[in-house]
């Protein structure tokens, strides 16, 4: 097959979002786009396996700085589990390792076991999935046979379900919607319903609705972006358009804001940064320290993520410790 001609397109900095595909990694989804507009500086939020499709949300040029903060964002999922059989990667992609009785169970019991998972919960993550130990992702070590060398309970970690729903049940495979931190491994959830059921259960389908405020239905599929290639960046959010969950703070001051920009301690007045300060629930009590604050010029785009500190003065120190601009 003909590789696709590479057009020179250089993507504005901001935020793409795409539907991955099932049958594709999360990195076959960058390389698609390095096929048709060349090698440049991308990232994906949140990893999804081959067998997942929906949301993959993609980042270029300096918006990849912000990653960490749309990773931490609520997932929701939809996912089918096939009752009755088990596979080594707890989805229909693996090997079948195991088959138990499936005939009783009920919608009302996946009903009932769902409410019971609801809250926070220590989740072992499974041994197929991208988490490294002593600097090697597990699948690795599973793909080895070395599956004895990972001590997984030590691995293990506090996760938050709000929401998990049986959607429907009939003829041994159900559907559900849950969602859940960041981190949440889906397989592992459909596995525990399983079990809590009398029943083993693998995931024959599983859908990303949405990541944080971002949501599948506005993503485009690579059909779309590739029959309008030309038009790329007018389907890019710019960063100063992306929606974190942090503070912002507007500078109006010129002569500050190319300070902060060359690394510059800044020390305001709490009135001046309260005045530009914005964000649900920030008022002069829980200033005291902001780790993370988005920095905006007085041309209302992003330049920073800084940080804001109360001093005995009562004034603000600000610093810029991520350049966006």
Not at 15 to 32: C, E, I, N
Not at 226 to 231: A, D, G, S, Y
Request: positive net charge.
């Amino acid at each position: 097959m003909n590789r696709p001609q590479v057009r020179k397109i250089v993507p504005i900095d901001g935020l793409l979002l795409v539907y991955k595909p099932a049958g594709m990694t999360s990195k076959d989804v960058t390389r698609w786009f390095q096929q048709r507009i060349g090698k440049v500086k991308m990232g994906h939020v949140g990893t999804l396996d081959p067998l997942a499709e929906g949301l993959l949300p993609l980042l270029f040029g300096k918006a990849t700085r912000i990653q960490d903060f749309l990773l931490a964002g609520t997932k929701a999922y939809e996912f089918d589990v096939g009752f009755g059989v088990a596979t080594d990667t707890l989805d229909a992609d693996g090997q079948v390792v195991a088959h138990a009785p499936k005939d009783h169970i009920t919608a009302d019991q996946l009903h009932k076991i769902c409410e019971s998972m609801v809250g926070d919960f220590m989740q072992v993550p499974p041994l197929y999935s991208a988490i490294k130990f002593q600097g090697k992702p597990l699948y690795e070590y599973a793909r080895q046979g070395k599956a004895d060398q990972v001590p997984l309970q030590l691995l293990r970690k506090i996760i938050q379900i709000e929401e998990l729903l049986c959607l429907r049940y009939a003829d041994g495979v159900g559907t559900f919607r849950i969602r859940c931190s960041k981190g949440t491994y889906v397989r592992v959830v459909a596995s525990q319903i399983a079990e809590q059921a009398g029943s083993l259960g693998t995931i024959t389908r599983l859908l990303r609705l949405s990541s944080g405020d971002l949501s599948c239905d506005k993503a485009f599929t690579l059909d779309e972006l590739e029959n309008n290639l030309e038009n790329l960046n007018q389907q890019i959010i710019p960063i100063q358009d992306i929606n974190l969950a942090i503070p912002s703070w507007r500078a109006l001051d010129t002569t500050l804001v190319e300070r902060l920009k060359m690394g510059q301690e800044m020390h305001v007045e709490m009135k001046t940064f309260e005045g530009g300060l914005t964000h649900d629930g920030v008022r002069r009590a829980t200033i005291r320290s902001l780790d993370h604050v988005i920095l905006i010029d007085n041309n209302g785009k992003s330049f920073g993520i800084g940080s804001a500190q109360v001093l005995n003065t009562g004034r603000i120190a600000v610093r810029m410790k991520r350049g966006l601009a």
